[in-house]
């Protein structure tokens, strides 16, 4: 494919209509049992992760791209975390078994002040406390130079995928919104929303704090990757979480001041979109053009976004989980034909899974998803 993977997904977020409609799923633990390969082994071993998706590229594919990747990520999940994250192969989890974080609550709601006046003296403090492998800032650091080599790795991977002519959509470039991660690492869900009415301004303070400290490593990954997009994980934010006056209020300022923050720089802000998202369409309508993507996993309507975000973001999604598992070829085939005739219309659009594609989904599915834009997504 030699560069043309990139020129038609580098068009597709410039709202432009490529030759023609370009794929790019996430694949990751599905290409792990496609392969044979363990998901220990994709979290923790660049080679045997990218060997895993090289399969699918070769027997299912071709592909245009992928989406975030879990491809060597297991050492970053576990920096990123002040609880041990569940890790398949670790602490007696089933190397096969799929990752996630152990999601406790750590810090009670009178310590946001505390988290505001030093959010990487607080992080690091409830990680001492929190997390038995951490027991000193030696081994504190140790695991962050830990995160380092294996980003440096995943940036690696990256430049080699493109050389291949397959665009990886982000090569790792994966950035912690604030106001996800209290929710995720420190709050959890169920005392977090009740802050949102009790604590507010605390909430927004310790937000404001951790945009601020977090800051200098936004660029990091696309400096070290040359991949010049951004993964921004939403799922706490989304409107299945919030109203859609706790957004205003709460997030969409920082997620505006994040956004372009990167887009001055040269970067692409890919806005992965989890759980529901239609209510809040709207206050994405005046973002800057062309400049960003709406990465939606299947629980919004995407036809929805077409309409009102089709002029401003490049939409990528959305084959269900569900239709790629339960589903025959020809179920698929007709799905992505319509997202293909309706939300590829004029271009901006990259055909993708909704999130993951699932560990058990079909393979002749995936196959489907993916023959699509090969039979059905030339433009005119």
């Known amino acids: 494919m030699g560069c043309a993977a990139q020129e038609r997904i580098d068009t597709a977020i410039r709202l432009g209509k490529p030759d023609r409609v370009p794929v790019a799923p996430m694949l990751d633990i599905f290409a792990a049992r496609y392969a044979g390969v363990s998901q220990h082994d994709m979290l923790f071993h660049v080679r045997r992760g990218d060997a895993a998706l090289e399969k699918v590229h070769r027997e299912l594919g ?8 879990n491809s060597g990520l297991a050492r970053m999940m576990q920096a990123l975390s002040v609880v041990p994250p569940v890790l398949p192969g670790l602490d007696g989890a089933d190397e096969n078994s799929l990752w996630q974080f152990d999601e406790k609550t750590v810090m009670s709601a009178d310590e946001y002040a505390e988290l505001a006046r030093d959010p ?14 951490i027991n000193g800032k030696a081994s504190y650091w140790r695991y962050s130079a830990l995160a380092y080599l294996a980003f440096a790795k995943i940036a690696l991977s990256g430049r080699r995928w493109r050389r291949k002519g397959v665009e990886p959509i982000v090569a790792g470039n994966n950035i912690f919104f604030p106001m ?21 301004d605390e909430v927004r303070a310790a937000s404001r704090a951790m945009m601020i400290s977090d800051r ?12 010049k997009r951004a993964f921004i994980g939403l799922t706490r934010t989304s409107a299945t979480f919030l109203s859609p ?7 969409l300022h920082d997620l505006r001041e994040l956004s372009d923050y990167l887009i001055a720089h ?7 979109m989890d759980n529901n998202w239609t209510p809040l369409f709207h206050f ?14 299947g629980n919004s309507d995407i036809f929805e976004a077409k309409r009102v975000l089709g002029d401003v973001m490049c939409i990528m999604g959305d084959v269900p989980a ?15 034909r319509k997202l293909i005739d309706e939300v590829g219309a004029g271009g901006g659009f990259i055909l993708s899974s909704g999130c993951d594609v699932p560990i058990d989904a079909k393979p002749e599915n995936v196959k489907a998803m993916i023959q699509s834009v090969h039979d059905h997504g030339r433009y005119r």
């Not at 006056?245 to 709460?250: A, G």
Request: with cysteine.
């Open 62 to 69: 071709p592909i245009d791209g992928f989406g975030m990747s």
């Open 322 to 336: 569900s239709l790629l598992k339960l589903g025959e070829p020809d179920d698929v085939r007709d799905y992505c």
């Open 284 to 297: 994405f309508g005046d973002w800057p053009r062309g400049k960003c993507i709406a990465n939606l996993d």
């Open 180 to 200: 996800e991660y209290m929710t995720m690492v420190l709050r959890s869900v169920a005392d977090f929303l009740p802050d949102l009415f009790r604590h507010p």
């Open 266 to 272: 040269g970067v692409t802000p890919v806005l992965h």
């Open 216 to 227: 200098g490593k936004w660029l990091l990954g696309p400096r070290l990757s040359g991949i």
């Open 120 to 133: 990487a003296a607080f992080i690091y403090g409830k990680a001492l406390e929190h997390n038995p492998n």
């Open 245 to 251: 006056e706790q957004f205003e209020k709460f997030a």
